[in-house]
């Protein structure tokens, strides 16, 4: 298995990973259109030339980053897909140096084994102001906001 950046032959496994378990209410709903637009910001997991998985990450601001969109078939899960895709993210993130990176999820179990920790969702306000604030859940928001610092990142941390 390894991880690498999307490409344009992707986008439709992509698509399919995502809203499969958005279907089921358990992520947003991404258009394929959203997709390609932000392309560039994808990983994909590839097993045997199939994409099993995929992320997302968006810099947010000079100091943090959302992993986003987070999505393993489900014939692949708890064999370290998931893992890997997360550990790419930081390390883009990382390249790019962005010192804190978070996501909000349903499964803050499978962070927290990642180094991330739970963390207040007031304590993201760039993000309240910009998703949050058009999604239907808004209200009822059943997600756990989890957040991992990075060490070195060539920025300086801000908490």
Not at 57 to 85: C, P, R, T, Y
Not at 100 to 120: C, D, H, I, R
């Amino acid at each position: 298995m390894n991880v690498r950046s999307a490409n344009v032959s992707d986008v439709k496994a992509i698509h399919a990973l995502i809203n499969c378990y958005a279907e089921r209410d358990m992520m947003l709903f991404r258009s394929m259109a959203d997709i390609f637009t932000n392309l560039q910001t994808f990983l994909v997991a590839q097993l045997d030339g199939q994409v099993i998985g995929c992320c997302a990450l968006e810099v947010i601001w000079s100091d943090l980053a959302e992993i986003k969109s987070l999505a393993v078939d489900e014939s692949h899960q708890n064999k370290g897909a998931g893992a890997m895709l997360v550990n790419a993210a930081v390390e883009q993130a990382h390249r790019l140096g962005v010192p804190k990176v978070f996501g909000l999820t349903l499964k803050p179990e499978f962070f927290g084994k990642l180094g991330f920790q739970v963390a207040n969702k007031d304590s993201l306000p760039m993000k309240v102001w910009s998703d949050c604030a058009r999604c239907t859940k808004q209200q009822n928001c059943d997600e756990t906001a989890v957040i991992k610092l990075i060490e070195g990142a060539c920025c300086p941390l801000r908490q």
